[in-house]
Structure formats: C-alpha cells, structure tokens
C-alpha cells in the first residue's frame, strides 16, 4: 500500500455541472476525513467517517455536497450544480484507531469551475 | 477546539535553525499538538505530536513548556527543500474534528 490516493487529480467542470471525487485510504485505517482547501488558507473540514459512518459534517458542507463511504474503505465527494465559489482543493486523509491520530493526506483533487 | 496563532510567514537561510512558536491559550486537558507541513499542491504532511515538555524525531523537536499554552517547532539546519507552510494544530487525538490555521510559510533562502 502506497499511501492515500484520490481520482482525479484536476477536475475542471462548467456551472452547474455535478462532479464526484474518489478516495482510497490506506486500507487498514477505518478513519477518513474531507476537507477544502483554497489558495493560501489551510485545509478546511468538511466531513468524517469511522468506518462507513458518517459522524460529523461541517456547516461548510452545504445541501449541495454529500458524501458516501459505502462499504468502509473508499469515499466519494459529489457536488451538485458546482458553482464558482466550489473551486478548491479538495484533500482526503485517513488514520487508524491506535495510534497518534496521525492523519494520511492523499494529493488532493483540484476542481474549477468556469 | 482550542485555536491556534502562528506567524504567517518567516524567513531563513540554509543551515540554520528555524524556530516556529505557536499560541494556543485555551488548550484543554486532553488535546496533543500537532505540526503538519505542507508543500504547494500537495496535501499536509505529519511532522511531529507532543503534549508536553520536549519530543524529537528524525526530522524536528518540538518544545511545549510547563503550562502548555504555546509550543515551538525547531527544524535544524534548514535547505531550500524546508520551504512550505508549517501549520499547528491542538487537539485530541481520539477525536475527529481536526482544525487547521492559515499556517506559517517558511521560505529558506540560499
């Protein structure tokens, strides 16, 4: 295992459009977070899951964001009618349960939106 | 969540020790500190955790005095690689929220 991967690495969609993002954690790690990050500022949080359970979300997250982590190993982020102000960043990190808490970031998925 | 302040950038030379102070008045009982670097499109990366007195690994040390309510990351002997945002956070690591900063940007100079 390599480490946290996300596909794709550049999304550029039009308004409007719907765009979904995958991650892969490290397999054995059963935590998994989502946050945005723009030009300049640090990472913002969006959501967590433990396992496939969906624990936390960020009043970032808007009606128009869900995301799923079916089966308790990969995750998806879809937006809905992206708007402009959704081009970011978007990074994925997981860790374990024993440990520091340390977390894995993956090499995130740049969206813009036109 | 106890909010973090660190300098928002800083400047050095190869070879020498950089020292990043950050502030966190309102940690509690409970919360570790934590040092995350990050290069330009690429996603932060774990460098150190302590919660209190000295921790050093391979790559910083990170100093937490007494009262815990600031923390300092030491890089030694800096290169032109050591450029990137250095960001604090405080909290506990069982739980899940994790609040990053606008961190500090570390720019080593030849």
């Known amino acids: 295992d390599t480490g946290v991967s996300q596909d794709p690495r550049h999304k550029i969609t039009k308004r409007g459009q719907n765009v979904t993002f995958r991650c892969d954690p490290i397999?054995?790690?059963?935590?998994l977070y989502w946050y945005r990050q723009t030009l300049g500022q640090g990472p913002e949080f969006l959501t967590y899951?433990?396992?496939?359970?969906?624990?936390?979300k960020s009043r970032l997250l808007s009606d128009r964001f869900s995301a799923e982590r079916p089966k308790g190993s990969f995750s998806t982020l879809e937006i809905q009618r992206t708007e402009q102000g959704d081009s970011a960043m978007y990074l994925c990190?997981?860790?374990?349960?024993?440990?520091?808490?340390?977390?894995?970031f993956g090499p995130g998925t740049r969206l813009t939106v036109l | 969540l106890a909010k973090t302040t660190q300098p928002i950038s800083m400047d050095s030379y190869e070879g020498q020790e950089v020292n990043i102070t950050c502030s966190h008045n309102?940690?509690?009982?409970?919360?570790?500190i934590t040092w995350y670097q990050q290069f330009p499109s690429q996603g932060p990366r774990f460098i150190i955790q302590?919660?209190?007195t000295k921790v050093t690994n391979e790559v910083a040390s990170l100093f937490i005095p007494a009262d815990r309510k600031s923390s300092t990351l030491s890089l030694p002997r800096v290169s032109l690689s050591d450029t990137a945002v250095y960001y604090c956070?405080?909290?506990?690591?069982?739980?899940?929220?994790?609040?990053f900063g606008a961190g500090t940007r570390l720019f080593v100079k030849a």
């Open positions: 990190a997981s860790t374990g349960l024993a440990g520091r808490g340390e977390q894995f």
């Open positions: 899951f433990q396992n496939e359970a969906q624990l936390e």
């Open positions: 309102n940690i509690a009982t409970n919360d570790y």
């Open positions: 956070l405080v909290g506990d690591t069982g739980g899940f929220k994790t609040i």
């Open positions: 302590g919660y209190k």
């Open positions: 397999s054995e790690h059963n935590r």
